[in-house]
């Protein structure tokens, strides 16, 4: 029985209609096939990410532990002997009656006054538990008095209040100050800086910034912020770590002879930075 036109027609329809059906299931396999291998990427990447923020507290956390072992040995072996030293320095200067020697023990134990008052206040910068005690701007401020100590440079500190001004919680003082102690450490190894000018500030809502800026030598900072640069240093990639897991920016800017500015950006974009349960 020959084929009818009509049912040719509708054959043709149907084979159309299954061709186009088995074309959209094959691309819609392969695009889900694509969005779950990138949805794997990207967790993948997440986990990678997470990890290495894990890897990076957990090595903070062991400098942390070993700058407050440091800093017991400091107050209680060293602090102590310096203590004895200094009454027995005392002890002679009031039995010798010569001029000369008396002289001499009196500077002798003026210098070592000067070195217990330093290592107290090296103590408390390096004792995790006594900086966390302590808040920011009196953790910088001790620092800042330090370094105007040394007769080497004019330190300038600008905090001014704000209506957005927020209370960080213990964690986030620590990460803060030491990223502040490290751009100091990076000034005084490298450049040749006279003045220091430090501005801590809540320049708007739900944003932070720590400011070191100084009138060195500068340097190339394409060069020395790439991450794969053999000039990238120490200091600079404990900055980018601990900047990391505290969620906060690095924005490096550097004139040559003219001096460097670093400033430690941290947005608040959650509470888990913040001290509960604080009247500001």
């Given amino acids: 029985m020959p084929i009818q036109g ?44 997470k990890h290495e923020q894990q890897i990076f507290r957990e090595r903070i956390l062991v400098q942390e532990r070993t700058m407050t072992q440091i800093a017991e040995e400091l107050h209680d072996s060293i602090g102590q002997q310096l203590q004895v030293i200094k009454l027995t320095v005392g002890t002679a200067k ?5 001029p000369e020697a008396k002289t001499l023990l009196i500077e002798a134990a003026n210098s070592l006054g000067g070195t217990i008052l330093d290592i107290s206040r090296l103590t408390k910068t390096l004792h995790t538990e006594k900086a966390e005690k302590l808040n920011l701007e009196f953790s910088i401020s001790n620092e800042i008095e330090r370094l105007q100590n040394t007769g080497k440079y004019r330190v300038i ?7 957005f001004q927020v209370k960080f919680n213990d964690e986030t003082n620590i990460f803060l100050f030491r990223m502040f102690q490290e751009s100091i450490s990076n000034i005084i190894k490298h450049a040749h800086a006279t003045t220091i000018h430090i501005l801590m500030h809540f320049p708007e809502e739900h944003k932070f910034e720590l400011c070191i800026k100084d009138n060195g030598i500068g340097f190339k900072v394409p ?7 053999k000039n990238t240093g120490l200091g600079l990639n404990n900055l980018r770590n601990r900047a990391k897991i505290i969620g906060a920016e690095i924005e490096i800017s550097s004139i040559l002879e003219q001096g460097t500015e670093i400033k430690i950006i941290l947005p608040i974009r959650n509470t888990n930075i913040l001290q509960q349960n604080t009247d500001l």
């Avoid at 500190?157 to 209506?163: A, E, K």
């Avoid at 060069?223 to 640069?229: G, L, Q």
């Fill in 223 to 229: 060069d020395t912020m790439d991450e794969d640069s």
């Fill in 6 to 49: 009509n049912e040719i027609t509708s054959i043709i329809i149907l084979g159309t209609v299954l061709g186009f059906s088995l074309v959209g299931f094959v691309v819609g396999m392969v695009l889900l096939y694509q969005r779950r291998q990138h949805n794997f990427l990207r967790e993948m990447t997440l986990l990678k990410q």
């Fill in 157 to 163: 500190f600008d905090y001014p209040t704000s209506q």
């Fill in 94 to 98: 009031n039995i010798l009656q010569k």
